[in-house]
């Protein structure tokens, strides 16, 4: 969509904190009625830009009167010398009379995105409430990842999963080289959900480790690290715990906080999967789909085994009666297996094994076409562990069966005495996928 390639105009809204830099170099925070010159970058309040990218979700509030009175002078001319500008009524673009109305700019900005969203251009020739005037042309552009300003970089943490009793390591670096050392402190803590998360000194040991790039070796974090001028990269690294016990998977997470240097954001983290080497789960995942196509299933160890695992598979009807699907009614035929060997799908006509190593096996049903309109209706795959080691000896999930058919268009009348108003309700039996407009 065509959007603003550089703001400039009067600010008649703002949702988030929004500068611009003044000469001194300082950030001035923008309020409503500030005027925004031609070539003036709109700041976020680290300093990085914020970039303009389409944001059809967005709506604009109801506009106060001090809104709707700011709105209506922006047609007016500031004096008599000022000529209209290049926009309805003409002229050489020297002021901000009439000309391209532009949707309330809306700011949505995640830690990471900074990005500022701009709604879908209204069909009326109205002047939106909350609208920003502007003489430029228009551009059409794709939106694209903000990009870290070229003198601050930003400081990321990446986890790299492990095996219980193998080291879990992580890096800290750096979007780009600085011209000066920077300093950073890194923590060791739990993992950010503390449903499953891991705790330093019981599922890992109590002393980080670094990479040392001049020695070549890891060696103990005994303070602060420092990147040095250049360096975009440190190593860090931590021992897990090997232990007996059946667990789900545990996640750790390391913490860099710049203590001295300059960068976009003063601190990051991130988790790392710390997964168990004991008896696998056997997991069933199911894939949603549309009536008259197959509802796809896979039957799932979290780690490999070191033996075969035997289960037995079960078609049941959805795990709530209420929206559940008929097997045989809903669906067609038997289950079917994908062959890895044959690279077919093949009739289930018994048990299944998942050969040492394996993880994995895929299974479908094919679902009813039918004609009549019905809700969303969900289908059940069981899984029954038979041979092998497992942490739980069965495992089940829903898959759902959406329907293809059109929603009838109801009209309901309600009766009243004269004098009173009748009421009428006007319904689809059904959710539409897209927008139903009557007259």
Do not use: C, H
């Amino acid at each position: 969509m065509s959007i603003l390639a550089v703001s400039a105009g009067i600010v008649t809204a703002l949702r988030g904190d929004a500068f611009i830099r003044s000469p001194e170099g300082e950030l001035v925070p923008l309020k409503i009625g500030d005027r925004v010159q031609a070539g003036e970058a709109i700041l976020g309040p680290n300093g990085e830009p914020l970039e303009v990218a389409p944001g059809a979700t967005a709506r604009p509030p109801a506009a106060s009167a001090e809104l709707d009175q700011a709105v209506a002078n922006l047609d007016a001319p500031e004096s008599e010398e000022d000529a209209p500008a290049a926009g309805l009524a003409g002229g050489d673009g020297t002021s901000l009379g009439e000309g391209l109305r532009v949707d309330r700019v809306v700011e949505v900005v995640s830690p990471q995105a900074g990005a500022v969203r701009v709604n879908d251009l209204p069909d009326s020739d109205l002047l939106v409430p909350g609208s920003l005037t502007d003489q430029r042309a228009l551009v059409t552009t794709e939106p694209t990842p903000p990009v870290p300003p070229a003198t601050l970089p930003f400081l990321v943490v990446f986890g790299q999963d492990a095996v219980e009793g193998k080291a879990s390591e992580f890096n800290v670096n750096l979007t780009q080289a600085s011209a000066t050392p920077i300093t950073v402190r890194l923590e060791l803590l739990p993992g950010t959900d503390p449903v499953d998360a891991a705790t330093p000194g019981v599922d890992t040991a109590t002393a980080l480790e670094y990479f040392n790039g001049v020695t070549q070796q890891w060696a103990a974090v005994t303070g602060d690290l420092t990147f040095a001028a250049g360096q975009t990269g440190i190593k860090v690294r931590v021992a897990t715990v090997d232990d007996a016990e059946v667990e789900g998977v545990e996640f750790i997470q390391l913490k860099a906080t710049v203590v001295s240097g300059a960068t976009a954001n003063p601190f990051n983290s991130n988790d790392a999967a710390i997964t168990d080497n004991d008896k696998p789960y056997l997991v069933v995942y199911g894939q949603d789909a549309e009536e008259g196509q197959p509802t796809q299933f896979s039957v799932n160890l979290t780690q490999a085994s070191p033996g075969p695992v035997t289960v037995k598979l079960d078609l049941l009807a959805g795990s709530d009666p209420v929206n559940a699907a008929t097997p045989g009614v809903d669906t067609i035929g038997p289950l079917e297996f994908f062959n890895t060997t044959s690279q077919q799908w093949e009739p289930v006509a018994g048990d299944l094994t998942l050969a040492a190593g394996q993880t994995q096996l895929k299974v479908r049903v094919a679902t009813l076409n039918d004609a009549e309109v019905e809700g969303v209706e969900f289908i059940q795959l069981k899984a029954t562990v038979l041979g092998g080691e497992t942490a739980n000896p069965e495992a089940s999930n829903d898959a759902a069966i959406t329907d293809n058919d059109k929603p009838y268009l109801v009209v309901y009348g309600q009766d009243a005495e004269e004098g009173q108003p009748t009421q009428f309700t006007v319904n689809l039996t059904q959710a539409s996928p897209g927008p139903v407009t009557v007259k």
